[in-house]
């Protein structure tokens, strides 16, 4: 903590991940002043140390696709600002459809997005297995191709951010914890922190899966939960392309990415499972979950059938980490 810590700023933003030092960033860019952020640990040390890092601009709305191609476009552009890379790999991405009604929902994402600049692009199921030689392609009834996607990663993004929100007139404070936000008559005024009070005219809670918590202090609903996220990275594949683009199956829930020379492969669980319904221990930081095998196996299975290579090759790293998830999975705004 190189700056003093302030008595008073025009926005405080709560939480230190790459939803909190983006809105920090883009404030002070955009001229605000006294823009303070404030994380209660280390910046990415909630959920977003851990994100597999995947960029996906196939949307269900043409504001969320406004969204995701702006956010590819900054990761084009930010190391160029802030002199920080942000592990940016445009491989593209291929979403595939195991039956009609999901073929007919990918093509109009890719609507969408053609609607905004993003080159999207059916394909058939052979041109899939050729830039995909891994996937068995049995059932697959097409894709979406996006050459624009890839995947980045997420700490040295959110660096990045952060050091552009710095030069921006930002101020960024590690280990102070907020409180409580204060209102007086139903308006924010500022917050209360471990380390004193700051006044305030706006207050933005970015604090991802404690936001709920937060914001029920203020008798503010924020409908974020936390749910267990699984992902696994196998030994070295030999051969494995490094622009392979990333593979998405909505149908079973699972993501593939090359991940130097491995495959990370990813997968929510087909019946939520809720993390830390009686609260998020205290101490919780870059920390994870742990893996219970039998709680995936059913889509573990799935994503064996669909990479048949998963089953001959070691797994190197299992994880799980929480996530908060809204209820019906679009973004938490307003
Ligand atoms: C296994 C896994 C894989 C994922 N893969 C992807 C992916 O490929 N692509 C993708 O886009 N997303 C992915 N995600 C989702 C992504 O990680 C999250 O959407 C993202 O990290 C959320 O960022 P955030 O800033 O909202 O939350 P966080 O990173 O959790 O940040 C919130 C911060 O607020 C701080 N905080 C909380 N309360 C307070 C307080 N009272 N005072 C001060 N600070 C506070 C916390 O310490 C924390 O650092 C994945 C998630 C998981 C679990």
Not at 73 to 80: D, N
Not at 287 to 292: E, H, I, R, Y
Request: one cysteine or more; charged letters at 20%.
């Amino acid at each position: 903590m190189s700056a003093s810590f302030p008595k008073q700023a025009q926005v405080v933003i709560i939480g230190g991940g790459i939803h909190g030092c983006s809105v920090a960033y883009h404030l002070a860019k955009n001229g605000w002043r006294d823009v303070v952020l404030l994380e209660r640990k280390k910046l990415t040390s909630g959920t977003t140390w851990h994100a597999a890092g995947l960029v996906g601009q196939l949307q269900g709305s043409h504001a969320t696709t406004a969204f995701a191609s702006y956010g590819v476009e900054l990761l084009r552009e930010i190391e160029a600002e802030t002199g920080l890379s942000p592990g940016f790999r445009q491989n593209g991405s291929i979403s595939i459809a195991l039956n009609q009604d999901r073929l007919s929902e990918l093509k109009r994402k890719a609507d969408f997005a053609r609607l905004f600049g993003v080159e999207a692009a059916f394909i058939e199921t052979d041109a899939i297995k050729e830039r995909w030689p891994l996937m068995n392609a049995e059932g697959v009834l097409g894709g979406i191709y996006m050459p624009s996607d890839g995947s980045a990663n997420p700490t040295d993004l959110t660096q990045a951010l952060a050091r552009g929100a710095r030069i921006n007139g930002a101020k960024i404070f590690e280990n102070i914890k907020v409180e409580t936000v204060l209102t007086s008559n139903g308006i924010v005024t500022g917050v209360v922190t471990d380390s004193g009070i700051i006044t305030s005219e706006f207050v933005v809670n970015c604090a991802g899966m404690w936001a709920r918590d937060l914001g029920q202090k203020n008798g503010v609903g924020v409908p974020l939960h936390a749910c267990e996220h699984y992902y696994l990275v196998t030994e070295p594949i030999a051969g494995l392309p490094s622009d392979l683009p990333v593979l998405r199956s909505y149908c079973d829930g699972t993501y593939w990415k090359e991940d130097a020379g491995k495959l990370l492969f990813g997968f929510a669980h087909f019946h939520a499972k809720a993390w830390s319904k009686d609260g998020i221990p205290e101490n919780f930081e870059f920390d994870s979950l742990p893996f219970v095998e039998d709680d995936v196996m059913e889509v573990l299975e799935l994503a064996m059938e669909r990479v048949p290579c998963l089953t001959e090759v070691g797994i190197r790293t299992f994880f799980n980490g929480p996530e908060s998830y809204s209820h019906d999975g679009r973004f938490t705004l307003g």
